[in-house]
C-alpha cells in the first residue's frame, strides 16, 4: 500500500505564494493520475488539482490560473504550486489519487491570513 506524506503549508499573507509536496513511500508510476485535495472544517473535501499522466491537467475554477500540479520525473513526489493565495483558500491540503485510491495523509495546513 501507498502511503502519502505531504508538506509544504504554513502561514502566508493574502497575495503569496507556497509550494506543497506530496513523496508517496512507493513508486506511483502505475497509477494514472494524481491530485491535491483541501478541506475546511465543516465541509466535504474537494478535489482542486489533478495531473493525469495521459491527459494533463485540470483544476477546480477556483484556483485555476492561480495554482499549478505538477510531479517528478520518478512520479514518486507531486508537487503544488500555489501564487496569487486568498484568505478562502485557508484549508487543509491532502494528496490521493483523484479516485481516492489510498488511505489519506495527515495533510499539510494553509492558512492565508493578514
Known amino acids: 500500500q501507498v502511503q502519502l506524506v505531504e508538506s509544504g503549508g504554513g502561514l502566508v499573507q493574502p497575495g503569496g505564494s507556497l509550494r506543497l509536496s506530496c513523496a508517496a513511500s512507493g513508486s506511483i508510476f502505475r497509477i494514472n493520475g494524481m491530485g491535491w485535495f483541501r478541506q475546511v472544517p465543516g465541509k466535504q473535501r474537494e478535489l482542486v488539482a489533478a495531473i493525469i499522466n495521459d491527459r494533463g491537467t485540470n483544476y477546480a475554477d477556483s484556483v485555476a490560473g492561480r495554482f499549478t500540479i505538477s510531479r517528478d520525473n520518478a512520479k514518486t513526489t507531486v508537487y503544488l504550486q500555489m501564487n496569487s493565495l486568498k484568505p478562502e483558500d485557508t484549508a487543509v491540503y491532502y494528496c490521493?489519487?483523484?479516485?481516492?485510491?489510498?488511505?489519506w495523509g495527515q495533510g499539510t495546513q494553509v492558512t492565508v491570513s493578514s
Open positions: 490521493n489519487t483523484p479516485a481516492m485510491s489510498y488511505n
